[in-house]
């Protein structure tokens, strides 16, 4: 074991994953209340604004620096892919809906918002996944069996699952050829034996 091996377990599975990484880089519209911190837009990349109206200040902001920062300093807004009339339709006929469109990392992204969001909406936007996802995994590995189909209108992690499935496919194919084939001389070998006896 190394000596750094406790130290790397305290890093979180997913930080070298580099699909949550870009799904992290998705920009999510907030609204910034008038006690945040100037310093908070530097670390941001942005020019901080003047001063804070009492409506607020409204900008785009990389959804992982959402995950360090108080609730209370700022109301994010949902993405058009997350939103309730987009999650309903969804869920009333998910299977042929072109997610990769919504967003390349529809459910990483959903899973980081359920997990920023904490409150119903939050909840609501776990559940549309868990739903979602329920009802096209079965249409995905339909869509696998076909050895030379390209995925399209499935998001990076459908992806992901659907080229495993298609390479699960095509090896069980090769199998059962290569033990058909193995039969076939079997069974060949016992006619020529038959013939000549």
């Not at 901080?48 to 959804?63: F, H, N």
């Not at 549309?128 to 079965?138: S, T, V, W």
Request: charged share 25%; net charge positive.
């Amino acid at each position: 074991m190394s000596k750094y091996s406790d130290y790397i377990a305290l890093v979180d599975e997913d930080y070298f994953n580099i699909n949550d990484i870009m799904a992290t880089r998705a920009n999510i519209a907030c609204t910034f209340s008038q006690g945040t911190p100037r310093e908070l837009f530097r670390l941001m990349g942005q020019q901080p604004p003047e001063t804070i109206s009492e409506r607020g200040y409204k900008t785009e902001v990389p959804s992982w620096i959402l995950c360090t920062l108080n609730n209370r300093e700022y109301s994010p807004q949902l993405p058009r892919a997350f939103t309730e009339n987009t999650r309903n339709s969804l869920q009333a006929s998910p299977v042929g809906k072109n997610l990769e469109n919504l967003s390349l990392h529809f459910y990483l992204l959903g899973i980081r918002l359920a997990l920023l969001l904490k409150e119903k909406s939050g909840q609501q936007i776990a559940y549309a996944l868990m739903r979602i996802f329920e009802q096209r995994a079965g249409w995905i590995l339909k869509l696998a069996v076909d050895p030379v189909f390209k995925p399209l209108q499935l998001d990076l992690t459908e992806k992901r699952i659907f080229f495993k499935a298609q390479k699960s496919e095509i090896r069980t194919i090769d199998w059962f050829h290569r033990n058909n084939n193995k039969e076939n001389q079997k069974i060949a070998r016992k006619r020529s034996h038959a013939e000549i006896s």
